[in-house]
Structure formats: structure tokens, C-alpha cells
């Protein structure tokens, strides 16, 4: 969700600041502009739409220049337009901005009272013209910018430039995240590593409440005290925020088809040889806890209600499971003896930091399932627990999953083997099936031509139905979502059992249902379910296993069959179709499949 890139560099700054921004267009935006300083003169370029528009418009504009600023915006204050597109200028400054500001009405108020009026519907702008405001009054840039930073409430990623200053740019982050690169003899600052990774190895993440004043040769921070702080400057792996389809059509397609390895890699980070579950640090003791609260938003949240099961079926502990968004407000009680779990492919979703940090002083621990471990939400954790996926550029959320899912279920056994609620038999079945798993996932791949099949049935619906019991119940919440998500078509799942009050009212001949049933303990009432929706002329399509798939009988839709794996990692291998479900329906219908209309891949204000 918005992108930020600037740099103060000894090259033209324009190619190098689109270069950054398509590598951050993973995030989602509807606009795009530029900035630079030349000659001490500032000037901008924006366009809506791609940032193939900008690019455009550059050609016929270009922007000199050795120092600037970009953005790629995604709409919250105002709709997408030239206008309201960032970069933000007032006279001799400019600004970029991720966040909300939420006092931008009262400041709008003052800045009105004093004869500056806005000219954009954007909460952004009150920025800009708050900054020339200082300037005007004889402030120099460092303390425009401080005084104006001062005033501001609410989440925001910031970076400040000047005109009349080359050399310069102050940057500020409260809530939304911000790297800073160092170069030889070039600065660079972005929202993420992932921007920054082809000019630089060298990054250090500014802390909450950290402001930062840089030069091309100098960063000076100061903490939210106003105090000078040293952040370490990381070297960050190359190969680890590599962005490329390797031969793919679309980026979720190359992801989907990554799971075997990514998932082998997140074992591999987890597993001794000796058959046994590390984890970093000081781990966890899990005789210490009473009670888990698992917490995310999305995806993220349906891979906490799959660890539910998992955490009280085989280590026996009660787990509560919360959307982020929703958690803080209701102000629950969290007992001393509580582990918090907070899910976030980026670690940086602002719901969910801000429920982290409600569970902080409560919480007995602290743990992040995360895919970037220099994150916010890492590194506020007493525990980081990386799922190594590698870098996931496609909005809808597919090898974060299963990696989620994949490190949830050994923190499970974990949980089990501490607390003595597992023999040492079915631990190792246990592990024995995780071994097994990358191989599992590899033959559901290939499935692919079958269900390329029945989504070009489902491309033709304007609804679909997800039904699952058990652990194959947020499996099913986890297809309608990806459904809905890239193709547009209206999807709900439900759990099998609550068919008969309610959603069985919508079944008839133009609404298919897509029936997630392995072979399993709760498969017979799971096809009862099925024949109640094939009564009413439902088309049915059936993801099961070969054995599923004989008793289930004559006359469904479609059918998909899994290969068999072991009862309790079935939602890990059932994620697989439910993505290409998705994905093919998509491709039939012509959506934006890696950036779906109004989605951002980091969601980062509340």
C-alpha cells in the first residue's frame, strides 16, 4: 500500500526512481509520480494509472535532475487523479507520503485561517503546505520539516525535498515502515529492501518515531525523543528480493508452482536431523502456557483459524483467534500466561502491529510468524519465526500460506511434545509427514490441466459457494477469498454444516459449490452436505482424494483429485487447488491476476 523511493545520487535521478517503483508495484497503486531538484529547481511528473503512463509522460516531459522523490499511490483521501497524485508540492517543497494523517482536517483549519487553502482532496497536501508555512516564517528545511512532523498525528512514512537543496532530503517514520540505503557517494530510502535491492546491499530500517536528516555522504537519525540513535546497517541477500516471473505468465502462477520448495526450505529452517523442532532464540516453553491468541488480517487470519485446530487437537492448549482489525477495540483481557501470535506475510500490516503492541505487558510471550524478519512486527516480537517463502510479488497471498500453515503446524508439535500431550510414535509420524510434504504438494501441481478445466466452468458464475468441516472449514473461507479477490465473482465459504441455515437458500442450477473433502473422519457428513446441494441442481465441484472421490458417487460437476497425505496436513495440500481454482478463473476472465483491482499487497494504515 504506497510506495516510497528517493535518492540522492551522482546519476540522473528519474530512470533510477521508476526502476524502484515497478519494483514496488507488488504493493497495489492507481497513480504514480516523481520529483526532482535540478539546478535548485523542483519539479514533478504524475500520471494515473500504470507506471507504464508515467513512463510515458517522461519521454515527452523529461525531469532532470540528480536528487528526488517517488510514489506509487494507493487512494484513501480522494480518488485517483493527476491531482491527487503524489509526489505533494507547496511552493519550494515536496513531499511523498505513506499513511493517514488524521488530524489533516484541523490542520486544514489552521493553514485556511492563515490564508493557505488546499487544492487537492488529499490528506497529504496539508504536509506540503504545513512545511512551506515554516518556511515562509525564516525556518531552514530541517526545521520546517521537524516543526511540521511535530504537528502531525496519525500513521505515516514521510520523505521531504527541497528546492534549493540538492544535497538534502529528511525523511520520518511513525507506523508505516522505512529503509534507508547507503551507497558510495548516493543515499536512497524506501518502503521496503525489495526497492532498494539494485542499488544498494547496505539497509537500516528507521525505528518508530525515528527522523532522519540525509546527504549523499551522511544520515543523521534521531529517535522520538529527539535523541541521536545508531541503527544497524544490515547486509541484506540479493538473491532474496530477486523480482521475476522465471518464465511464468504471472507472477501468482511462478509462486503457486514455488510451494514445494519454499515449503521444503521453511522445514529445512525448522527440523533438526534428528527429528526434532528448533526454534531460534530462547524458543518457547510451552509449559509456561495456558492459552494462545492468534491474531492477523486476511489470508493471514485463515492460517490462525487452521492452527486452531492443530493447537487444541494435538497440544491440547485453548486458542482464540482474532481479526487485527476488530482485536484492540473490544479491549480483551490477555492472562498472564498467554502466548500471542501475530501472522503477517509483510510484518508490516498496521492492524496487527497495533494489536502486537496492545498484548505487549500483557502477554506472557511474544511470538511474529512472519516473511521478512527485519519487519516491524518482528522486530517488536519476543520471537520471530520466518516462514521463507522468499519474496511474494502477486497480491493474492499463495506461497505465504502454506508456509504460514507449514510453520504453525510445527509450532503445534511443539506445543504437543512440551507438554507431554503427544507419544513419541505419532511425533514422529508427525514429522515423517512434514518430510513428505514437498512431494505431496509437487503431484497436487499436477492437478493443474483439471482445474484450468473447471475454472473455465466457474469464470461464467456471478456467485460460488465454498463448503468444508473441520480444518477444511477455513480452507473453504481461504477459496472464496482468493476466488473473489483476482476474478471479480462474487464467493462466500461456509462451514458444510451450517448449509441448512442459510446459504442453502441460495443454491440452484447457476451456483456452483466447491466441496474441499478429503477422505477423512468428517467426509461422510461433508457428502451429505453435497447431495443436499445436488437435490436443488447445484454443480458441485469435488476436490478429494482417490478413495473421496469412488464413494462419493455419480453426478457431480467437476472433480479433482488430491493425492492422499496425512489427515492433519490436508489444509496445507488443499490450499494448492483452491489457488489454481482462483488463478485459472481469473486468467478466463482477463483480471489484473498479480494486481486485482482496489487490493494492496502491504496494508499498511488502519
Avoid at 520520518?172 to 540505503?181: D, N
Avoid at 482417490?546 to 490450499?575: K, N, R, S
Wanted: aromatic letters at 6%; hydrophobic letters at 45%; proline letters at 4%.
Amino acid at each position: 500500500m504506497c510506495g516510497i523511493v528517493g535518492v540522492l545520487s551522482t546519476h540522473e535521478a528519474a530512470p533510477i526512481l521508476v526502476e524502484s517503483l515497478k519494483r514496488l508495484e507488488y504493493r497495489g497503486y492507481d497513480s504514480a509520480g516523481i520529483a526532482t531538484v535540478n539546478a535548485g529547481k523542483l519539479d514533478r511528473r504524475r500520471a494515473v494509472g500504470k507506471l507504464v503512463n508515467l513512463s510515458d509522460l517522461l519521454v515527452h516531459e523529461p525531469l532532470a535532475g540528480k536528487s528526488g522523490i517517488g510514489h506509487t499511490r494507493w487512494a484513501t483521501h480522494g480518488a485517483p487523479s493527476v491531482i491527487n497524485a503524489h509526489p505533494h508540492q507547496a511552493g519550494p517543497v515536496s513531499v511523498v507520503h505513506n499513511g493517514i494523517i488524521e488530524n489533516f482536517r484541523e490542520l486544514r483549519a489552521e493553514l485556511a485561517a492563515n490564508g493557505i487553502n488546499c487544492t487537492t482532496e488529499t490528506d497529504t497536501e496539508t504536509v506540503a503546505l504545513l512545511a512551506q508555512h515554516h518556511l515562509s516564517k525564516g525556518a531552514n528545511p530541517v526545521e520546517a520539516a521537524n516543526r511540521t512532523l511535530d504537528r502531525l498525528e496519525g500513521a505515516f512514512a514521510l520523505a521531504f525535498l527541497f528546492e534549493g537543496e540538492d544535497d538534502l532530503m529528511i525523511v520520518a517514520r511513525k507506523g508505516s515502515p522505512l529503509a534507508i540505503g547507503y551507497g558510495e557517494g548516493e543515499m536512497y530510502v524506501g518502503s521496503d529492501a525489495i526497492a532498494l535491492a539494485p542499488l544498494t546491499d547496505q539497509i537500516c530500517y528507521l525505528e518508530e518515531g525515528d527522523r532522519a536528516v540525509m546527504t549523499r555522504t551522511s544520515v543523521e537519525i534521531r529517535d522520538a525523543k529527539g535523541n541521536i540513535a545508531n541503527r544497524a546497517v544490515r547486509t541484506i541477500e540479493i538473491d532474496s528480493t530477486r523480482i521475476d516471473k522465471a518464465g511464468h505468465k504471472h507472477f501468482m502462477a511462478k509462486e503457486i508452482a514455488e510451494q514445494p520448495g519454499v515449503i521444503g526450505a521453511a522445514l529445512g529452517h525448522y527440523l533438526t536431523p534428528e527429528g526434532e523442532i528448533s526454534l531460534p532464540g530462547k524458543g518457547i516453553d510451552f509449559t509456561n502456557i495456558d492459552r494462545i491468541t492468534m491474531v492477523a488480517c486476511g489470508t493471514a487470519f485463515y492460517a490462525c483459524l487452521t492452527a486452531k485446530y492443530w493447537f487444541e487437537q494435538i497440544a491440547r492448549i485453548p486458542v482464540e483467534v482474532d481479526v487485527a482489525s476488530e482485536f484492540r477495540y473490544r479491549e480483551p483481557p490477555v492472562p498472564d500466561r498467554t502466548l500471542a501470535i501475530f501472522v503477517s506475510q509483510s510484518g508490516e500490516t498496521a492492524d496487527t502491529l497495533a494489536a502486537l503492541r496492545y498484548c505487549e505487558g500483557r502477554a506472557r510471550t511474544i511470538a511474529a510468524v512472519v516473511n521478512v524478519p527485519e519487519s516491524s512486527i518482528a522486530r517488536e516480537s519476543d520471537l520471530a519465526l520466518p516462514i521463507h517463502a522468499g519474496v511474494e510479488v502477486g497480491v493474492a497471498s499463495t506461497k505465504a500460506f502454506t508456509c504460514q500453515l507449514s510453520v504453525l503446524f510445527m509450532l503445534a508439535l511443539k506445543a504437543a511434545r512440551d507438554r507431554g500431550e503427544i507419544s513419541t510414535e505419532a511425533f514422529a509420524d508427525h514429522i515423517s509427514a512434514l518430510r513428505g510434504l514437498p512431494a505431496v504438494i509437487s503431484n497436487a501441481l499436477e492437478q493443474n490441466d483439471a482445474l484450468r478445466e473447471a475454472s473455465r466452468k466457474l469464470a461464467a458464475a456471478r456467485d460460488v459457494l465454498f463448503l468444508g468441516r473441520g480444518p477444511m472449514y477455513p480452507l473453504a473461507l481461504e477459496g472464496a477469498l482468493k476466488l473473489k479477490e483476482i476474478s471479480y465473482i462474487h464467493a462466500e465459504g461456509y462451514a458444510s454444516g451450517e448449509l441448512k441455515h442459510g446459504p442453502i437458500a441460495l443454491i440452484d442450477e447457476n451456483v456452483p459449490v466447491v466441496v474441499m473433502a478429503p477422505r477423512d473422519a468428517l467426509f461422510d457428513k461433508t457428502v451429505s452436505n453435497m447431495q443436499e446441494v445436488m437435490a436443488r441442481k447445484g454443480k458441485v465441484v469435488l476436490i478429494s482424494d482417490q478413495t473421496g472421490l469412488a464413494e462419493a458417487g455419480e453426478g457431480v460437476w467437476a472433480q479433482i483429485e488430491m493425492p492422499h497425505c496425512a489427515d492433519a496436513l490436508t489444509p496445507i495440500l488443499y490450499a494448492i487447488p483452491a489457488q489454481l481454482l482462483a488463478y485459472h478463473t481469473a486468467v478466463a476472465k482477463g483480471t489484473d491476476v498479480d494486481q486485482p483491482r482496489n487490493l494492496a499487497k502491504s496494508v499498511t494504515v488502519e
